[in-house]
């Protein structure tokens, strides 16, 4: 069973940087895509964005289209989410997820690392 493991959330000011990680641990994954979704206090989750693992294209929501990106390192079965231009709004806490092949939708989820970006 792979199992995904999130890292590099923090405090930032706003205008910063930071670099999320999710690592796919238990045996090398092989599934249709990884996401990263956001979900702040009292809001719902909402779509970060994504990349197909097969070839590698990446989608993005509006709100961080030039802002954030998606890249993977394959060898590390490890996706990252490299988040520049970071605004007050972009806090929250974020989840990577994974969906197998096998799965119709993401059936996989990290456990979440928190993002805050100070005024």
């Known amino acids: 069973q792979v199992q995904l493991v999130e890292s590099g959330g923090g405090l930032v000011q706003a205008g910063g940087s930071l670099r999320l990680s999710c690592t796919a641990s238990g045996r090398t994954f092989s599934g249709v895509a990884m996401c990263w979704f956001r979900q702040a206090s009292g809001k719902e989750r909402e779509f970060v964005g994504s990349?197909?693992?097969?070839?590698?294209?990446?989608y993005y929501s509006d709100s961080v289209k030039g802002r954030f990106t998606v890249s993977r390192n394959r060898a590390l079965n490890t996706v990252h989410l490299q988040m520049d231009s970071l605004r007050p709004e972009d806090t929250a806490v974020y989840y990577c997820a994974g969906q197998s092949v096998e799965a119709s939708g993401y059936n996989l989820w990290g456990q979440g690392t928190q993002v805050t970006v100070s005024s």
């Open positions: 990349m197909r693992w097969s070839g590698g294209t990446t």
